[in-house]
């Protein structure tokens, strides 16, 4: 997943991946249905330019 955007995105653990912000690229269709795999409660933050597995 990378951040091509300009401004930092974060992503908690009940968002449905595949709903997320348009400006963090990656394959939308397998992550249909998914979220992350972090502690409830808590988010992934996305920096500008960051780019990392999940």
Known sequence: VANTGDRPIQVGSHFHFY???????FNR??????RLDI????????????????
């Open 19 to 25: 709903e997320v912000n348009e400006a963090l690229n």
């Open 39 to 54: 502690p409830a409660g808590t988010a992934v933050r996305f920096e500008p330019g960051d780019e990392r597995e999940v």
């Open 29 to 34: 269709e397998q992550a249909r249905g998914m």
